[in-house]
């Protein structure tokens, strides 16, 4: 699989440490790539690139590396605060996603709202996983 470009290569290892962690289903913008790394003293820290190519390489070769992660932004998402009751959310946020779910299409203009529908299949991630509209 290809994976996305991010917004700004001139950002990259520019963003703070701190983010939010998965959810929102929808993702507008890949920030950098993520190599989180962690010592045995407890202490955590990061490498941040352009490229999921270059994460995936770094993170099969540093000691105490997990998987990268993409650092994503969404102009606007879904929350679930709670199983099945879903929330359309216009704010921006930040967030790090497991690469996997960069597989699903960039949100469109159609994307929440085909969602959120009434009319929407029984099966609501198939909006998201792009397969219906």
């Known amino acids: 699989m290809s994976y996305p470009k991010v917004k700004d ?7 703070s440490a701190l983010s939010k962690a998965g959810g929102g289903y929808v993702w507008d913008e890949v920030l950098e790539y993520r190599v989180w790394c962690h010592l045995e003293s407890g202490d955590d820290y990061y490498y941040a690139f352009e490229d999921y190519e270059t994460a995936i390489e770094c993170s099969q070769k540093e000691f105490g ?5 993409a650092l994503i932004l969404q102009k606007e998402y879904i929350d ?3 199983l099945g009751k879903y929330i359309h959310v216009k704010e ?3 967030t790090e996603w ?7 299409p960039r949100r469109n203009e ?7 529908s009434p009319n929407a299949p029984s ?3 198939d909006i998201i ?3 219906v509209r």
């Not at 290569?9 to 963003?15: A, F, H, I």
């Not at 159609?110 to 959120?116: H, R, V, W």
């Open 123 to 125: 099966n609501k991630l």
């Open 80 to 82: 679930e605060p709670e």
């Open 9 to 15: 290569p001139s950002m990259v290892g520019e963003y």
């Open 110 to 116: 159609y994307t929440i709202p085909d969602f959120m």
């Open 129 to 131: 996983r792009g397969l």
């Open 92 to 94: 921006e946020r930040v």
């Open 65 to 69: 590396a997990d998987a990268p992660l």
């Open 98 to 104: 497991p690469i996997a779910f960069l597989s699903r």
